[in-house]
């Protein structure tokens, strides 16, 4: 495999947003797989653009992962499931021997991870910023049970961390494969942890709050009856819940953020030939539009705005030919492209590039990032970015929704460019400048560029608390070349310096190549395997 570095390609307009809440700004990927001791081996950081890198730390992954970081995305704890290690990779002191049992003996003690997908996740505490609240379900023998709490304490052992609160049982039962999910309560502060019980209709909602916890259930729509493992998640803005695996099919509520009931439930049922697989996921457009599952062979899209969702429903990717990675679990990222695993194993990420739209637009992308390991974890993130509901008998704390202005783009060719909104805190208007004399107000538009260059992008949001602007550099191009030597021959890569999009000639398509891009201080910004002859930097 040929690796090349190129120093010099400046990465224009680059800030830190110190407000974003970047929580879930680091994804942790891998396993140990007999490579040279690198194990969790793959990350995923998210700033203005996705960065993927290659690092080597002591934990491995089996299929659970919980990562949190802080305000400014730099990573502060994650866990395996097995225990939590700090940001150096320290393990924390007492973690070690979370949800013991059967399955912690066979994987744990063999040092190879927890095997609970989507059985974990992380918050920060609602009134002390050195805790941090892990919640997970064991498994013993095939059936999952039990709710557990750990708590750490980072302010503790010199700032290493430490384990306060371990195997903490909160819900005592069996628990669905479906794994749980998190959402903030109406205030803006605290936070609501649901989780299904295992064959049944009752729905298990857990208050976090400065005071403590506490516990209370609700049965409600159609059971499930199977023990098929797929995903919980909340709508971007908490106010619907949507949970599906391939045997018992789809269920949508609605949520009370300041009561945590569920309501007006909503069963789908879909009649093909995946009630045989035991794994699927789910995962929601970032405006909360579109719901898509996935079912080992294929993507269906749901458009919960409809007034018959179940007729709504798009069949949008259908699975490449076998031996590809199938299409299992989802997450909606942070840049608003939702992220697709297989069941395991695999060395690609699948992508659904433009979420926010109907039918085959959407485009499911199969295997969109080739990486370098294999992998066989995805996280499992609430929407940190959640403000409070705003006039609600809850709304106590005088917390407003200033809105937070993101975006990204996508060239489509020549100098046209799709950008899209990626904005939090409930924004309710929009402007666009794009550098060039042209300004829009539509939430997602597309934009063609009078020639090539680079250009200062803006995006302002705004509601009845404030607006909020975020800019970019935009490169577009159609032509350039420069020429520096890389390994086996010269390779001819363009525009070159760059603030987006470049291309190269020279080299063989037959085998990936590891590109490594270094801005002018010599700081890696952008590590890539890729087969093709294209490159995104923006």
């Known amino acids: 495999m040929k690796k090349f570095y190129f120093f010099g390609v400046f990465l224009l307009g680059f800030s830190l947003v110190v407000k974003a809440q970047k929580q879930d700004n680091i994804w942790l990927f891998g396993y140990d797989y007999n490579q040279g001791g690198l194990k969790e081996g793959i990350r995923f950081r998210f700033d203005d653009s996705l960065v993927i890198s290659y690092e080597g730390r002591p934990m491995d992954f ?4 919980a990562f949190i970081s802080d305000s400014a995305g730099n990573l502060l704890l994650y866990s395996n499931g097995c225990y939590i290690a700090n940001a150096n990779g320290a393990e924390i002191e007492g973690s070690s021997g979370l949800n013991p049992g059967s399955m912690y003996n066979i994987f744990c003690a063999g040092d190879v991870g927890y095997n609970t997908p989507q059985g974990m996740l992380t918050l920060s505490s609602p009134s002390n910023p050195s805790f941090f609240y892990f919640f997970h379900f064991l498994v013993n023998g095939s059936i999952s049970k039990d709710v557990l709490q750990t708590v750490v304490d980072l302010s503790k052992s010199n700032g290493q961390g430490l384990t306060t609160i371990k195997n903490l049982q909160i819900v005592i039962d069996t628990i669905s494969p479906d794994g749980f999910h998190a959402v903030k309560h109406a205030n803006g ?10 064959f049944s209709n009752k729905y298990y909602s857990i208050l976090l709050t400065p005071q403590g916890l506490s516990v209370k259930d609700q049965n409600i729509g159609e059971p499930t009856w199977s023990g098929a493992g797929g995903q919980i998640t909340f709508s971007p803005d908490g106010t619907k819940l949507a949970r599906f695996n391939t045997r018992d099919d789809l269920r949508i509520f609605d949520f009370d953020r300041c009561t945590g009931t569920l309501s007006n439930p909503i069963f789908i049922s879909i009649e093909d030939n995946a009630d045989n697989e035991l794994f699927s996921g789910l995962a929601w457009s970032a405006d909360g539009r579109y719901l898509y599952a996935a079912e080992i062979k294929r993507i269906l899209q749901f458009d919960t705005w409809a007034s018959d969702i179940a ?7 259908e699975r490449a030919p076998s031996p590809s990675p199938t299409l299992a679990y989802l997450e909606l990222g942070p840049d608003g492209y939702i992220y697709g695993k297989s069941v395991g194993g695999e060395w690609c990420v699948h992508r659904i590039k433009h979420p926010e739209r109907g039918g085959l637009a959407c485009e499911v992308q199969q295997c969109y990032y080739n990486l370098d390991y294999p992998y066989i974890n995805l996280p499992h993130f609430p929407n940190f970015r959640l403000g409070p509901v705003d006039g609600s008998s809850c709304d106590t ?3 407003d929704n200033h809105p937070l ?10 100098l ?7 904005p939090w805190y409930e924004p309710d208007t929009w402007w666009w400048d794009f550098g060039d004399g042209v300004q829009s107000n539509e939430r997602n538009p597309a934009h063609s560029f009078p020639a090539p260059g680079a250009y200062e992008v803006c995006l302002t949001v705004s509601n009845q608390y404030g607006s909020d602007t975020k800019c970019r550099w935009v490169w577009v191009s159609t032509v350039g070349s420069s020429s520096p030597q890389g390994e086996g021959g010269d390779v001819s890569i363009f525009p070159n310096p760059t603030t987006g999009q470049i291309s190269w000639s020279g ?11 270094h801005d002018a201080l010599g700081q890696l910004c952008i590590e890539r395997k890729t087969s093709e002859a294209t490159m995104d930097l923006g």
């Open 62 to 65: 089996a299929s659970t992962s």
């Open 189 to 198: 502060r605290d936070w609501w942890i649901l989780a299904a019980k295992r």
């Open 311 to 317: 007729a709504s429903m798009t069949i949008v990717g």
């Open 397 to 399: 704390l005088g917390l």
């Open 405 to 414: 202005a993101g975006w990204r783009y996508d060239k489509t060719g020549g």
């Open 416 to 422: 046209g460019v799709d950008f899209t909104s990626v």
């Open 507 to 517: 080299l063989s398509p037959s085998e990936p190549n590891i590109f490594r891009v």
